[in-house]
């Protein structure tokens, strides 16, 4: 295989802020709302980022919701301060080698920044695209990654840890591969998904990569 560049999401692929996410908003609603919403709540609020959220939860104050909602993300993120474990030696290597790496991701700008920032990520990635308030647009931003790249879709793959980073990666046409090396990675479901591979370490991501790019 003759990979050009690399894709990644963000959350559950490169670093586990998953739980950053929830804790931010955990904290942000019930200073807003006065109730307390557990994880699975929330996670089931995800697509949209993190504005489309707050819109939609709390339609009257959301500016100030989302302000601390950020606020509560950067202080979150220090219990989780590093990419997970092995991949940076992947990332220096695929770089050094002339792959092109990208982001897609369904966070927000702000929240995007502040990881990026807080993991020392950002000179690994370009361009880096996020998500909108409305959700669902994951395939059309690999779309403008693959015309930024004037990069041919079978020479690209998409590395992500929910189902719908698979989808996003067969609807753009470019090669699915599955992380499922994050704490709450739904292994079965991926699995169903017939990614092209399927990763529960990130050492069997960098083994895949040995296998299918640097032999």
């Known amino acids: 295989m003759k990979l050009y560049g690399i894709i990644f999401d ?3 692929t490169l670093a586990d802020t998953n739980l950053v996410c929830i804790e931010a908003f955990q904290r942000t609603f019930v200073h807003f709302l006065g109730r307390s919403y557990s994880a699975e709540e929330i996670h089931a609020l995800f697509g949209p980022d993190e504005e489309g959220i707050v819109r939609r939860i709390v339609p009257d104050h959301w500016q100030q919701a989302l302000k601390m909602y950020l606020d509560e993300y950067e202080h979150a993120h220090a219990a989780y301060p590093a990419a997970f474990s092995g991949l940076l030696p992947i990332l220096e290597r695929l770089q050094a ?3 092109r790496l990208g982001i897609v991701t369904g966070k927000g700008q702000g ?3 502040i990881s990026l920032r807080l993991l020392n990520l950002g000179s690994y990635f370009e361009p880096v695209e996020v998500g909108s308030p409305d959700g669902g647009i994951k395939a059309g931003k690999i779309q403008l990654v693959l015309d930024r790249w004037a990069a041919a879709p079978e ?3 998409y590395l ?3 189902l719908s980073d698979v989808d996003a990666a067969r609807q753009a046409g470019i090669t699915a591969l599955a992380a499922g090396w994050c704490t709450n990675a739904d292994l079965a479901g991926l699995a169903a ?3 092209a591979a399927l990763f529960r370490q990130v050492a069997d991501f960098e083994h895949w990569l040995e296998e299918n790019l640097w032999t």
């Open 10 to 12: 963000m959350d559950g």
């Open 97 to 99: 080698d002339g792959v």
């Open 111 to 113: 929240s995007a920044e």
């Open 155 to 157: 020479t690209v793959a």
């Open 160 to 162: 992500g840890d929910a």
């Open 193 to 195: 998904r017939r990614p």
